[in-house]
């Protein structure tokens, strides 16, 4: 009987360590880390600290985790957190391809972007400045290697740049301090902790803001249970500005945490704006100082020639200040000229920009069939009109799109607006115009918030050429069609893209027309700067009727032509007057097979 009680006190007391190992076990976190201060970092005393330790410590201590932190480079850790050797990957950024290898938290816990660091004293201050040179970046980093990095943007532009591929981004400035390196791109957060530490500066040369998170190992139970509690508390760190979260971030960043890439975004363009009319204030107001200095040296000119010859001192007095004053204005001269060819030198880099973006002419003619004219006039450098071309499914995607604004402020827009395209298209596979259109709300939506005012009218077309079909949807543009000389209005939806905070609420749907295509057939696409141009013999708008007047008369002409007299009619009917907005016309034709 002794012998039995014995067995069954063993077993049971087996039980119990089975149980207490299984639960030790699934309580242990193990957590990647590498080398990004102030996020996630060791100091001198090779003690783990950032932000994202206080974050993991405060959740471990409330749900009783033992965490085990490996620390090595970024792009070990990725491939730990693949293989489920690790169970979490501090402070990597989030996008749709990472998603597809891991899985990430649902809270944000910051926003970063890449920068260009140069010694001190550097001369780089553009990104055409990189060319020829070298550059050290982490390799696997987001802003080096994404769509929109650092080495696709050397490739567009056709940029001869050496990139050394670095195991941290610490690693990536040592080699900049000791002349390895000319460059060396690297997070802001990073590169702002320990600019004085590697005696290196920032650049206005930045890359792809994104959002950092936690990482895990994709589609484990573990992975479940943990991304729920940290989503969970995040959330409610973040609503308590006395949380844990918020002290971290104002101790090891010095400031409040919050904010997406495009309030980024909308401050680069408030700063922009603020330089651009720095500037002409600054021009202005020398301008003035050189007439009024003018105005001074020509009086002072005529004191001194009416001076007695025998005041050889006070003549001599006079000639000095003269003398002083024209170095002066000499001076000044230099760094307005100065000034106004950075200016000039900046705004043309953005039209280089723009114009790199919109699509090719080989391109529109080869799946337009040769069979299009197309007008495009900015009233400044830049523009705020764009168009946009796609191929999918035998089908030609066309847009025409008319921003907020003009120049520099609608060029931003219209940078959104093509990439946004691109995305819904390429990546979402969304080919229906009413559909596109839709998404593209969604993602301006997205991107600027109900607090801007901004958006653009667009009309987008899908021309199938082979079953003789074109589909358009238009958010507050139309579309035209001549056949037989009867010019027909297809009108779009009267819901634009963005716009005010009630057009948010509203549920925007845009709706597909279909038309048959017959040769002959002419179609038209317009933004608004054609028929709102004042001029002609009374100053009044050239409007929708003569507009529609003059394609009804114009479109059996060969298609080149057709352009060339849309051309003239526009500056015939301006005149000597001011072009007031971006132009942009496009017109195709339907011909027999």
């Not at 690693?171 to 460059?183: H, S, T």
């Not at 802001?188 to 959002?211: R, S």
């Not at 002072?300 to 204005?329: I, M, P």
């Not at 050429?465 to 009267?494: C, S």
Request: hydrophobic letters at 35%.
């Amino acid at each position: 009987m002794n012998k039995i009680k014995c067995f069954l006190g063993f077993f049971w007391l087996l039980i119990l360590s089975v149980s207490n190992v299984a639960t030790a076990q699934d309580n242990l976190v193990v957590i990647g880390t590498y080398e990004d201060a102030p996020l996630i970092f060791k100091d001198t005393d090779n003690e783990l600290k950032g932000v994202y330790k206080d974050i993991l410590e405060h959740i471990a201590l409330k749900y009783k985790w033992k965490l085990e932190y490996v620390h090595g480079s970024f792009s070990e850790n990725q491939a730990k957190l693949q293989k489920g050797q690790i169970d979490i990957l501090c402070a990597i950024g989030h996008s749709e391809e990472r998603e597809k290898r891991f899985d990430f938290s649902e809270a944000t816990v910051y926003t970063n972007w890449g920068e260009i660091y140069v010694p001190k004293g550097s001369k780089i201050r553009s990104i055409l400045d990189l060319k020829e040179k070298s550059v050290a970046v982490l390799a696997g980093d987001f802003y080096y290697e994404s769509s929109h990095g650092l080495k696709h943007t050397s490739t567009q532009f056709k940029l001869p740049i050496k990139f050394i591929e670095c195991g941290s981004y610490d690693e990536a400035l040592a080699k900049v301090q000791k002349g390895e390196a000319d460059a060396g791109l690297v997070a802001v957060l990073h590169g702002a902790a320990n600019e004085k530490k590697y005696n290196v500066q920032g650049t206005p040369i930045v890359f792809h803001p994104i959002e950092l998170r936690f990482a895990f190992t994709k589609g484990t139970k573990k992975t479940e249970r943990i991304k729920r509690i940290i989503d969970e508390e995040m959330d409610r760190m973040i609503n308590n500005r006395n949380s844990v979260y918020h002290q971290s971030v104002a101790r090891w960043l010095g400031k409040e945490a919050g904010g997406q890439y495009f309030v980024y975004l909308k401050w680069g363009l408030i700063i922009a704006a603020g330089i651009a009319l720095f500037f002409v204030a600054i021009t202005l107001i020398l301008r003035r100082q050189v007439n009024k200095r003018t105005e001074q040296l020509y009086k002072k000119t005529l004191e001194v020639q009416e001076l007695n010859e025998n005041l050889e001192y006070k003549v001599k007095e006079r000639t000095a200040e003269v003398s002083r004053q024209k170095d002066e204005l000499e001076g000044q001269k230099v760094t307005l000229e100065r000034m106004n060819k950075e200016m000039r030198d900046s705004i043309n880099y953005a039209r280089n920009i723009q114009e790199a973006m919109l699509p090719e002419e080989n391109n529109m003619s080869l799946f337009l069939r040769n069979n299009y004219f197309k007008v495009f006039m900015p009233r400044d450098v830049v523009s705020g009109d764009f168009h946009w071309l796609a191929y999918k499914d035998d089908k030609v995607l066309l847009a025409v799109a008319d921003c907020t604004g003009h120049g520099v402020p609608g060029a931003f827009m219209s940078m959104l607006g093509k990439s946004s395209l691109d995305a819904i298209v390429n990546e979402k596979h969304i080919y229906q115009p009413g559909s596109i259109l839709q998404e593209l709300q969604n993602s301006i939506y997205h991107s600027l918030g109900t607090n801007a005012a901004d958006g653009m009218d667009v009309a987008l077309c899908s021309f199938d050429f082979k079953n003789r079909k074109v589909i358009f949807a238009g958010a507050q543009r139309p579309f035209y069609f001549v056949r037989g000389g009867e010019v027909n209005v297809v009108k779009g939806d009267k819901k634009p893209i963005g716009g005010s905070v009630k057009h948010y609420k509203e549920k925007r749907e845009y709706k597909d027309h279909e038309i048959d295509m017959i040769p002959g057939d002419m179609f038209y696409m317009t933004s608004d700067g054609y028929p709102d141009q004042f001029g002609g013999p009374e100053g009044r708008k050239f409007t929708t009727r003569r507009f529609k007047t003059m394609i009804s008369e114009i479109y059996n002409l060969p298609i080149q032509e057709q352009g060339e007299k849309v051309t003239k009619a526009f500056i015939d009917w301006k005149g000597e007057e001011r072009q007031i907005d971006d132009i942009l016309v496009i017109g195709v034709k339907m011909e027999g097979e």
